[in-house]
């Protein structure tokens, strides 16, 4: 195959792209077991803390059509060792408002979800503590943040040089809670045949589910099959087991058959996580010239009272820009809610919210354009680790977006251009993401006839894995898409991690080259370079971290521009356009990889503008626990979007030198709306989403 003839950076149509259209790609709920299925519902709890008094299923248990209702009293016991909210109806404790305290199995969802109604439970009960404050008590510090990362990180006098500043930012910026919503909800479908469980599950990783379900039923590794080849999207709540998973399975052997347990929209906010809150106080120090002697970044955040989640906020913030003077800090609170989880790029999206604020901000006090203020302080090497960059093209993405957006003669005066009613707004941010690599395991088998199977156990949660990894397979094996036959989302294939933060591809991927690679030294040295009649089969893989990691600091980069039009009369807030730039490596395929960016970024302006789950202090719940209250950006909301990418070479982040494309578009561009917010109206708001009350309280406090 010529370099004219490399299928990897072409923009190839979805492979499963048609069977989705056609409604002949199955998803969970839409397997076949081969047996009539029946349905599961649960009771959850009405109260936040305390502990159940009384719980009669009697009612429930005589309705027609019920198989069974499971209790903490009757329920089968799980293994020890589960995290977090798996231990399911093992105690009568209740931890948060909406934990699951009965199940009940029947031959219709609909007979299911009438006999809910039909149990009786009541509690003794503490009242809610759900409300986050900086000012609380209680804070504390947790050993590690997600992904390993240290809780802390000081370098210099960070106190000292901010009071020696000739010009500081010190404000903070706060993001609410909110829920991952993808289309397609969470949904679990469970077989036992004697001691072996088979699950269709909607998941980022079979294999991860497998291990929670081996230790919750005490089985083998081989007594546990879960199968998800088809995924409808996720953002990170389909990352981990949840309730779901263990419900379905302990139901399935219960009654003796196939079950099915599909959450219902409003069960996505308080069973399969969320992201946690913030509140982050962001001190910067300049000179004169915009060139930063200091940092301070402080994040207050929460968790739940059964399981630490310690979302890792700050950490762009320690690689972004240069200054002597550092420090990053996390802080928790313990409440009485549900365990979060990851959401789309978990840290880096609040975190840069704040950071990118506070640098337009600094910038409006220098009076210095603020890309040129992001230019002026670029490091030369990471500033935290003092590593080398295996590849940093920010500086290009900034000019690039520049250009294309066309920022040159920018007003830095805020609050001076409007269209009639409308107030007219330019904004800017820059992006940031870690490029990593996991340990995956490939197998490729090569039959006689030309094909080729490539088995992995990856999953494409509707990114277009489906469709890149047979790209990167057919270029690594020399033939055409035609002659690779791929398989993913099964955990009988080997081993892979699942599909979440931005490692799918960089991890895959790199799999099936290093084994493809494999394949033609066995075919060179064992059969004169031609495939066998009889075929082969070859096993590899990468062990996990690229072996520069420790050498090299490896992330992707790059920059938001938008124009924001909000409605003097009513605080309504306008996208008409934007642009992002991108240096994120290797771009497997333009056409999925187009989408990624457009859908990141799409959902960075529903951050921005609109999405915000809010917490009732006295009752303890969501009210808004649905698509009709907690609102997220539609096709109305998104402009023209002008999504750009450079050409980049990093050698040494993994075997193709990808970087990871799935979040690094949400990153920053909450930031740069509000930042384009504030350039339109004069009016900073700080608090997230930007809706049109605080339109009219910011002009009031004004």
């Known amino acids: 195959m010529t370099t004219m003839d490399r299928l990897v950076g072409a923009g190839v149509a979805r492979i499963d792209g048609p069977a989705k259209v056609r409604g002949t790609a199955p998803y969970a709920y839409e397997q076949d077991p081969g047996e009539p299925i029946c349905h599961v519902a649960v009771v959850q709890s009405t109260v936040n803390r305390g502990r159940i008094s009384r719980l009669d299923p009697s009612r429930a248990e005589a309705m027609p059509g019920v198989l069974a209702v499971l209790t903490p009293a009757n329920a089968p016991r799980l293994g020890h060792g589960l995290a977090s909210d798996l231990p399911v109806l093992q105690s009568l404790d209740v931890h948060y408002q909406g934990q699951i305290v009965a199940v009940v199995v029947a031959e219709t969802s609909e007979i299911a979800r009438a006999a809910v109604g039909a149990v009786a439970v009541e509690y003794s009960a503490q009242g809610p503590d759900v409300v986050l404050s900086a000012e609380r008590p209680d804070l504390y510090a947790p050993d590690k943040l997600m992904a390993g990362f240290e809780t802390d990180s000081v370098i210099g006098d960070v106190d000292g040089a901010l009071a020696s500043a000739a010009v500081t930012v010190d404000a903070t910026y706060s993001t609410p809670t909110q829920h991952n919503n993808p289309i397609e909800m969470h949904t679990s479908m469970a077989r036992w045949d004697g001691d072996r469980l088979t699950m269709w599950d909607a998941n980022q990783g079979p294999h991860t589910i497998v291990n929670d379900l081996v230790a919750a039923f005490e089985l ?77 970044h402080e994040v207050v955040e929460h968790t ?75 490091p030369a090497r990471d500033p935290e680790r003092d590593l080398p960059w295996s590849s940093r ?73 489906w469709t890149a990894l047979t790209q990167v397979a057919a270029d690594a094996l020399g033939v055409g898409l035609d002659a690779v036959e791929l398989r993913i989302g099964d955990s009988a294939l080997p081993f892979a991690g699942g599909a979440g933060g931005s490692t799918g591809m960089t991890s895959w991927g790199s799999a099936i080259v290093l084994t493809a690679r494999d394949v033609r030294r066995e075919l060179d040295e064992k059969h004169g370079g031609v495939l066998p009649p009889r075929g082969i089969v070859v096993k590899g893989g990468v062990p996990g971290e690229s072996p520069h990691a420790s050498d090299w600091s490896m992330h992707a980069f790059g920059a938001h521009f938008v124009e924001v039009r909000v409605d003097r009369d009513t605080g309504e807030v306008r996208l008409p356009r934007a642009t992002s730039v991108y240096a994120a490596g290797t771009i497997v395929n333009a056409r999925t990889a187009r989408s990624q960016f457009l859908g990141g970024f799409s959902m960075g302006v529903s951050m921005a503008l609109h999405e915000e789950s809010v917490a009732d202090a006295r009752l303890g719940h969501y009210v808004n626990h649905d698509l009709a209250g907690y609102h997220i950006a539609t096709n109305a909301d998104i402009g023209e979007l002008d999504v750009h990418w450079l050409e980049e070479d990093d050698p040494y982040v993994n075997e193709l030198g990808m970087k990871g494309i799935g979040e690094i578009g949400i990153t920053g561009a909450a930031a740069a709306v509000a930042n384009a917010y504030w350039h339109a109206t004069g009016l900073r708001v700080r608090d997230l989403p930007i809706t049109p009350d605080k339109y009219f309280r910011e002009l009031g406090a004004g």
């Open 220 to 296: 083998e590794r081989d007594q546990v099959r879960v199968i998800s080849p088809y995924v409808g999207g996720a953002f990170g709540s389909k990352a981990f087991t949840h309730p779901n998973q263990i419900v379905a399975a302990m139901a399935a052997r219960v009654v003796g058959r196939t079950v099915v347990f599909e959450l219902s929209r409003q069960q996505m906010f308080s069973l399969v996580g969320h992201r946690t809150p913030t509140i982050q106080r962001v001190r910067l120090g300049a000179d004169a010239d915009g060139r930063l002697t200091a940092i301070s």
């Open 304 to 378: 739940s009272r059964i399981n630490e989640f310690a979302e890792q906020t700050a950490t762009p913030t320690r690689v972004l820009y240069a200054a002597p003077h550092r420090r990053t800090t996390h802080r928790l609170a313990r409440l009485d809610v549900p365990p979060p989880t990851i959401m789309r790029a978990p840290g880096e999206t609040p975190g840069m919210f704040a950071l990118e604020s506070a640098m337009d901000e600094l910038a409006h006090q220098l009076g210095l354009d603020p890309v040129e203020l992001r230019i002026r302080n670029e």
């Open 393 to 465: 093209n920010l500086v290009a993405c900034l000019r690039t977006g520049a250009e294309r957006f066309g920022w040159a003669g920018r007003d830095l005066a805020p609050g001076v251009r409007a269209d009639g009613r409308w107030l007219i707004g330019t904004g800017v941010a820059a992006a940031t993401y870690p490029t990593r690599r996991r340990r995956a395991e490939c197998r490729i088998t090569g039959h006689g006839d030309g094909r080729w199977t490539v088995e992995i156990d990856g999953s494409d949660i509707g990114t277009g894995a």
